[in-house]
C-alpha cells in the first residue's frame, strides 16, 4: 500500500473489526501521518519502535538480507519479544511548533553560511561586485524569513494555554530569552508527560556512556549524542550565559572546575543539569529558582580574611616557601575568575596534574 492519504484510508479500514496493535518504525517524518490516522482509531493501539532499538533488534536475530518483507517480520518479531510501548501523539500545536523551529534552525545554518561566503569573497578585490550584492541580498532575505517563522512561532504560542505557561517558566531561567525558549520548548512539548529527568537526558544525548573491559581498558565517559541534537544545541548558548550571570549555576561550574573538569565538561555538565531543572520545573509549576539548582557551601569565616593574600609558609626542609591552599574562586558569578595559587596546585595534584614547584622542591628535600 502506498504511503499516501489513500494508502492510509485502506489501511485502517483493513483494521476496522477487532482489536489490534500495530508497530512501526519512526523513520524520519514518513511514519508520522499512518501513525496519526491509526492512533485516531480507537480499537487499534499503535508503538512507534526506536530505529536503533529495531536495528539492533535485528541483529539479534542475524537477519542478513533487508527488504520490505524481512523488515516487516523483524517489527513482528519485535512486537512480540520486546515490551509494549504505547504511542501518544502530542497535539496538533506541538508539531507545528517544531516544525516552525527545525525549519528555523536550518534557515540559520544557511545564514551563517552565507556569512562566511560574504566574508571570504571581501576579503578579496578579484570577486565581482555583482556577487558581493547577491550574497548581501540573499543575507536579508533569510534574515527576513528567520524573523517571519520567530514571530509566527511566538504567536502559536500565544494561542495555546498550554504551551503560554511553559514558555513564561522557561524565561524566568537565566540564559533563555524568546530565541532559546521557543526552541527549547518546541523539542520538549512533543515529549510524552510520563517520562522521568533522566529519560530526557537520554533523549538529548547528554547521558554518559562508559567504556570499560578488564583491567586495561577504562576509557573515560563521554556523552553518548545519540538522541535529539536540536535539544542540545538550544541548551549549550544558555549554560554558558547562565554561567556567567547566575551565581548558583556559576558556583556548580566552578565546583566541577575545581573537581578537575575541563571547561568543555562543565558546561556539558551544566547543560544536562538545567534540563533536571527544567524537568523538576515543569512538574511543579514553579518559576526558576537558583537556590535549588546548586546551593554554594558558605564561606569559612577563619579563613574569609586571608581570601586572596598567600602567606608564606616555610617548607620543610627546604629554602624554599609554599602557599597553602586556603580560599578559593570567588566572584564566579560576576564573571570575575580569580583562581589563587593553592586551589590551582590542589586540583592539579588530585587529579595526576603538575605540582607547584616549591612543593616539588620540598619534597625532594625530604
Known amino acids: 500500500m502506498p504511503n499516501t492519504q489513500a494508502g492510509h484510508k485502506t489501511v ?57 518483507a524481512s523488515d516487516a ?3 513482528v518479531e519485535f512486537a512480540e519479544r ?21 525549519h528555523t534552525v536550518s534557515l540559520r545554518k544557511q545564514l551563517t553560511a552565507e556569512k562566511t561566503r560574504l566574508a571570504r569573497a571581501q576579503a578579496t578585490e578579484s570577486i565581482s561586485t555583482w556577487v558581493h550584492d547577491d550574497i548581501a541580498q540573499g543575507i536579508e532575505q533569510l534574515v527576513a524569513r528567520i524573523d517571519k517563522l520567530q514571530a509566527a512561532a511566538l504567536e502559536l504560542i500565544a494561542t495555546d494555554a498550554g504551551l503560554k505557561r511553559q514558555f513564561k517558566m522557561l524565561c524566568t531561567i537565566p540564559g533563555i530569552a524568546a530565541t532559546s525558549g521557543v526552541q527549547l520548548l518546541s523539542e520538549l512539548c512533543v515529549l510524552p508527560s510520563d517520562m522521568i529527568a533522566r529519560q530526557w537526558v537520554a533523549h538529548a544525548g547528554l547521558d554518559p556512556r562508559r567504556h570499560e573491559s578488564g583491567t586495561s581498558v577504562n576509557k573515560p565517559p563521554r556523552i553518548t549524542k545519540a538522541g535529539n541534537a536540536y535539544v542540545r544545541r538550544a541548551l549549550y548558548m544558555p549554560a554558558l550565559v547562565a554561567v556567567r550571570h547566575d551565581p548558583h549555576v556559576a558556583g556548580f561550574y566552578e565546583h566541577l572546575l575545581d573537581g578537575g573538569k575541563v571547561k ?25 529558582d537558583g537556590a535549588r539548582f546548586y546551593h554554594r557551601p558558605a564561606a569559612n569565616p577563619a579563613n574569609a580574611e586571608d581570601q586572596g593574600n598567600l602567606v608564606p609558609v616555610q617548607a620543610e626542609h627546604s629554602d624554599e616557601q609554599v602557599a597553602p591552599a586556603s580560599g578559593g ?33 620540598g619534597r625532594a628535600a625530604c
Open 329 to 361: 574562586r570567588s566572584n564566579a558569578g560576576e564573571g570575575e575568575q580569580t583562581p589563587d595559587a593553592a586551589v590551582r596546585s590542589r586540583r592539579g595534584t588530585a587529579h595526576g596534574g603538575r605540582q607547584p614547584r616549591a612543593t616539588r622542591a
Open 264 to 288: 568543555m565538561q562543565a558546561v556539558v555538565a551544566v547543560m544536562r543539569k538545567l534540563l533536571h531543572a527544567v524537568w523538576g520545573m515543569q512538574r511543579s509549576n514553579t518559576a526558576w
Open 82 to 102: 520486546m515490551p509494549w510501548q504505547s504511542w501518544h501523539a502530542p497535539s496538533e500545536a506541538c508539531f507545528e511548533l517544531r516544525t516552525l523551529c527545525r
Open 73 to 75: 517480520e523483524v517489527l
Open 12 to 68: 485502517c479500514a483493513s483494521l476496522a473489526d477487532g482489536s489490534v496493535k500495530v508497530c512501526l518504525e519512526a523513520t524520519g517524518i514518513y511514519h508520522l501521518d499512518v501513525a496519526l490516522a491509526l492512533k485516531s482509531m480507537a480499537n487499534v493501539d499503535v508503538m512507534v519502535a526506536n530505529p536503533r532499538a529495531v536495528h539492533d533488534f535485528a541483529g539479534a536475530l542475524m537477519t542478513r538480507g533487508k527488504t520490505d
